[in-house]
């Protein structure tokens, strides 16, 4: 069945900002009255936050990237079939914080797992389904792992990686948007955080007169 709705991800290393310009992109569209959740992965649902929670705060065994791999997919195929695509088909406008290139960043571009098998089990885990649009807050690594120390922010298992594995994320999130240069729109994580939003704002209001006609 056509999805009514318009889905939109947003995608970076940790540390790149775009928890913050979900935030203000949620902000807009209440305002403007339109109908929008905002959600996240690993998580969304409580089973899913479940999950997220294993996955990220697990510290007294080695957690292998295969179970970590099935794990995100487990938590991704509830996210979709018992939120997003519900509200989709009901004309809501799903914001979410990560999605399915996480998994082909953090996992293949990380951890080196190869992305035909994660593409499979993406396509297994969210029944085809894909993001509208996508926004990919570029940040090296380094500017990142500053902010996040400014912010005091306590680091999970995977922000616990260090600066060289998120190099490595950073350039496979790169190559994806490559591959996808109509879906993923790449947006300087260095500008400063109000143009940053205007670009992402921008980008919407184009997506979605495209979807409305
Ligand atoms: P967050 O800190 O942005 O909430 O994301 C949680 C962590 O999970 C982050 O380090 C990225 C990682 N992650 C993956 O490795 N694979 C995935 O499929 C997803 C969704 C997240």
Redesign the pocket.
């Known amino acids: 069945m056509k999805q009514k709705g318009l889905f939109v991800s947003f995608e970076g290393i940790?540390g790149c900002g775009?928890?913050t310009q979900i935030k203000l992109l949620r902000k807009r569209l209440v305002k403007e009255k339109r109908k929008v959740i905002q959600t996240?992965?690993?998580?969304g649902t409580p089973l899913a936050e479940n999950i997220?929670n294993l996955?990220?705060h697990t510290h007294t065994e080695t957690v292998s990237k295969e179970t970590?791999l099935l794990l995100?997919?487990a938590?991704?195929a509830q996210h979709v079939s018992t939120l997003i695509s519900p509200n989709l088909k009901k004309g809501v406008i799903v914001l979410s914080?990560?999605?399915?290139d996480?998994?082909l960043?953090?996992?293949g571009g990380?951890r080196n797992i190869k992305t035909d098998e994660i593409n499979k089990l993406n396509e297994f885990a969210t029944g085809g389904l894909n993001p509208d649009i996508t926004f990919l807050f570029d940040l090296p690594s380094k500017i990142a792992a500053i902010r996040m120390k400014k912010a005091g922010r306590k680091k999970?298992r995977?922000?616990k990686e260090g600066i060289r594995f998120q190099e490595k994320v950073r350039r496979a999130f790169l190559k994806i948007a490559a591959s996808n240069p109509k879906r993923i729109f790449v947006v300087d994580a260095k500008l400063p955080v109000e143009v940053q939003s205007e670009i992402v704002y921008a980008a919407i209001c184009r997506v979605s007169r495209i979807t409305a006609e």
């Open positions: 940790d775009k928890s996240r992965e690993p998580g997220r996955i990220l970590e995100y997919a938590a991704r914080d990560r999605f399915a996480s998994m960043a953090y996992q990380g999970d995977m922000e």
